[in-house]
């Protein structure tokens, strides 16, 4: 099993609609976890991280978080075609410093 | 502030050369961390230096090395290069550990081996 997992997608989803995007990972201890976006051809830049069980929201992005469960999610609300690009889940593990990417989900928003 | 910043943005390497890639991490931050992207692959760490010191290393052959200076410009080098080699190379830096801090991306080296 691979320690953080993505669904590769694409995902598409209308605009105006709710995008949901998912990610597990393996349980080794205290963990963060980090939502990045990556525009074709561009470098990944960070959306939103969360530490704590439970929802955070940043705008039309909420990140939520089940670590009994292994998955942290990001949605989407009210999604622009802007919002197309591949999202990227990341996990910090602290017990060593470790950090792993997933391979990411291509999103498409559909005018 | 200015960005994370890596040179050459472009390059076009034959098999069997070696190749030296740059990045400049933003003012104030210590730590820079390389990764190498591929549409197969996904984005895989490569090593993160902290204080001219490397504090993790991911699971890549030794023809991947890397240095970072006192300045904490960091360098990255890849030996006899193979075509599997091709790849977008990006480095991010953070002000602390990466697993500790944000990391910001910079635009990424895109590195083709013929």
């Known amino acids: 099993q691979k320690e953080v997992e993505q669904n590769s997608g694409p995902l598409s989803v209308p605009e105006g609609a709710i995008a949901s995007l998912n990610c597990t990972y393996s349980d080794r201890g205290s963990q963060s976890f980090f939502w990045y976006r990556q525009y074709s051809g561009k470098s990944p830049e960070l959306i939103m991280f969360?530490?704590?069980?439970g929802d955070k929201e940043d705008g039309r992005f909420t990140a939520q978080l089940n670590k009994a469960s292994q998955y942290v999610s990001l949605l989407i609300r009210d999604s622009q075609p802007s919002d197309s690009a591949t999202y990227l889940c990341a996990v910090i593990w602290y017990n060593n410093n470790d950090m792993r990417f997933g391979a990411g989900t291509r999103l498409t928003v559909k005018p | 502030k200015a960005g994370v910043t890596q040179t050459p943005r472009y390059l076009i390497k034959t098999r069997g050369q070696q190749v030296t890639l740059s990045c400049s991490p933003i003012?104030?931050?210590?730590?820079v961390s390389w990764y190498q992207q591929t549409p197969g692959q996904g984005l895989q760490f490569l090593f993160e230096?902290?204080?001219?010191?490397?504090?993790n290393k991911g699971n890549f052959p030794g023809r991947f090395s890397g240095r970072q200076f006192s300045n904490s410009r960091s360098e990255m080098n890849v030996s006899t290069l193979e075509l599997g080699d091709s790849a977008l190379y990006l480095c991010?830096?953070?002000?602390?550990?990466?697993?500790?801090?944000?990391?910001?991306f910079g635009p990424g080296t895109r590195l083709l081996v013929l």
């Open positions: 230096y902290f204080s001219e010191t490397q504090r």
């Open positions: 969360i530490y704590s069980n």
């Open positions: 991010a830096s953070s002000m602390g550990l990466a697993a500790q801090e944000t990391q910001y």
């Open positions: 003012s104030g931050h210590r730590s």
